[in-house]
């Protein structure tokens, strides 16, 4: 059974077809594609816009209420389906900073959603920060990594633990990233005081991913340019940007488009109240008001994640401006190569396929039978 899709325009990894088409085989991959006059399916579709990858999200808390550090796999689920019915087809569920036992059981816990493939992996974001820059996540759990519990860690999650952050600054941290990335896990900056040297030398060690740029960290100084000046020259990381109109200005964004180039990753640092109405909740047992859709701590102090997905990021660069080979770069192609997945819409990679209007910045997905 193949299905053919049509558009007027498809933007896949390292294409920009025309009057395009692909064909989806009855595994659900990309069997086929290119322009003009499409070969003989067993079914058709054309569709209007253009088409584009599913989004790719590497930094996600929850949603609808449900934090992935302290919930049930079967809340995880219906968090993981909101940010899919939004177009975020590849999802890494991140989990803060807690005490031990709950984050090894949190990641016990999640790992099976990672093998039967409702999550793409998890993200350990804590307790290897730095206390200055922590953000949300809760000061007397931060502490500096020891090779016990990251050994403890590693065996909870097993395969399924892709990403780390950690402050680079902190006694061991270095040691700890060259021990992930043996393992095969990626490593990003973040919640981090580090000096610019500092940063150097964690991405000397194998860090490979800078997490929410500009947030949790120093900012940008003419003398001392720390892990930001770092981030925007030193082109082996990657850039999590959190492009909700709150954690980033407009100009920031296009700072860092234009200062690095090609190294953006769009990233919702969704917390539980996404999907929510605006009310009380809490994030790694921090307190967190949300008031028109922007959450913080309830003292006042920091950002406390987004209640975004990747599509409104998406949204707002599509209507700055941004041109779409970009966008689609930006929230799905640099980050399923980093998670080593086939570059999407790519012959034999998955079928994940949405429908994106670039006039309003609008996505949908398409319907059930023409996708993966």
């Given at each position: 059974?193949?299905?053919?899709?049509?558009?007027?325009?498809?933007?896949?990894?390292?294409?920009?077809?025309?009057?395009?088409?692909?064909?989806?085989?009855?595994?659900?991959?990309?069997?086929?594609?290119?322009?003009?006059?499409?070969?003989?399916?067993?079914?058709?579709?054309?569709?209007?816009?253009?088409?584009?990858?599913?989004?790719?999200?590497?930094?996600?808390?929850?949603?609808?209420?449900?934090?992935?550090?302290?919930?049930?796999?079967?809340?995880?689920?219906?968090?993981?389906?909101?940010?899919?019915?939004?177009?975020?087809?590849?999802?890494?569920?991140?989990?803060?900073?807690?005490?031990?036992?709950?984050?090894?059981?949190?990641?016990?816990?999640?790992?099976?959603?990672?093998?039967?493939?409702?999550?793409?992996?998890?993200?350990l974001e804590g307790p290897w920060l730095a206390p200055a820059r922590?953000?949300?996540?809760?000061?007397?759990?931060?502490?500096?990594?020891?090779?016990?519990?990251?050994?403890?860690?590693?065996?909870?999650?097993?395969?399924?633990?892709?990403?780390?952050?950690?402050?680079?600054?902190?006694?061991?941290?270095?040691?700890?990233?060259?021990?992930?990335?043996?393992?095969?896990?990626?490593?990003?900056?973040?919640?981090?005081?580090?000096?610019?040297?500092?940063?150097?030398?964690?991405?000397?060690?194998?860090?490979?991913?800078?997490?929410?740029?500009?947030?949790?960290?120093?900012?940008?100084?003419?003398?001392?340019?720390?892990?930001?000046?770092?981030?925007?020259?030193?082109?082996?990381?990657?850039?999590?940007?959190?492009?909700?109109?709150?954690?980033?200005?407009?100009?920031?964004?296009?700072?860092?488009?234009?200062?690095?180039?090609?190294?953006?990753?769009?990233?919702?640092?969704?917390?539980?109240?996404?999907?929510?109405?605006?009310?009380?909740?809490?994030?790694?047992?921090?307190?967190?008001?949300?008031?028109?859709?922007?959450?913080?701590?309830?003292?006042?102090?920091?950002?406390?994640?987004?209640?975004?997905?990747?599509?409104?990021?998406?949204?707002?660069?599509?209507?700055?401006?941004?041109?779409?080979?970009?966008?689609?770069?930006?929230?799905?192609?640099?980050?399923?190569?980093?998670?080593?997945?086939?570059?999407?819409?790519?012959?034999?990679?998955?079928?994940?396929?949405?429908?994106?209007?670039?006039?309003?910045?609008?996505?949908?997905?398409?319907?059930?039978?023409?996708?993966?």
């Amino acid at each position: 059974m193949t299905t053919l899709v049509r558009a007027p325009r498809v933007l896949t990894a390292d294409a920009d077809l025309r009057d395009g088409w692909l064909v989806v085989d009855d595994a659900g991959a990309v069997a086929r594609l290119g322009v003009g006059t499409p070969p003989r399916t067993d079914t058709a579709t054309t569709v209007p816009g253009t088409i584009v990858p599913g989004f790719v999200d590497l930094h996600a808390h929850g949603a609808l209420g449900r934090d992935f550090a302290g919930c049930s796999a079967e809340d995880a689920r219906a968090a993981a389906a909101h940010h899919r019915g939004r177009g975020t087809t590849t999802l890494v569920a991140s989990v803060a900073t807690g005490r031990p036992e709950d984050t090894a059981a949190a990641l016990a816990r999640l790992r099976p959603l990672v093998t039967d493939g409702t999550l793409a992996g998890l993200h350990l974001e804590g307790p290897w920060l730095a206390p200055a820059r922590r953000g949300a996540h809760r000061l007397e759990l931060l502490h500096a990594p020891e090779p016990t519990e990251v050994d403890s860690y590693c065996a909870a999650a097993g395969d399924a633990l892709r990403i780390v952050t950690l402050a680079p600054e902190l006694p061991g941290a270095l040691d700890a990233v060259r021990r992930f990335v043996a393992a095969g896990i990626i490593v990003a900056i973040g919640h981090t005081d580090a000096t610019a040297e500092q940063t150097i030398r964690a991405i000397d060690a194998g860090a490979s991913l800078v997490t929410h740029l500009f947030n949790g960290m120093p900012p940008l100084h003419h003398r001392t340019p720390g892990p930001v000046g770092v981030a925007l020259t030193d082109e082996r990381v990657l850039l999590e940007c959190i492009v909700d109109g709150h954690h980033l200005a407009p100009e920031t964004v296009a700072l860092v488009q234009r200062a690095a180039p090609g190294r953006t990753v769009l990233v919702s640092d969704a917390m539980s109240a996404t999907g929510c109405p605006d009310g009380d909740h809490t994030i790694a047992g921090s307190a967190v008001s949300v008031r028109d859709g922007v959450a913080m701590l309830a003292d006042g102090s920091s950002l406390a994640g987004s209640t975004i997905t990747v599509a409104d990021a998406v949204r707002r660069l599509v209507l700055a401006g941004t041109p779409l080979p970009e966008v689609v770069a930006a929230s799905s192609t640099r980050a399923s190569r980093l998670l080593g997945r086939p570059a999407p819409l790519t012959v034999g990679a998955p079928a994940d396929l949405l429908v994106l209007d670039p006039v309003a910045g609008s996505v949908r997905s398409l319907p059930t039978a023409v996708r993966a």
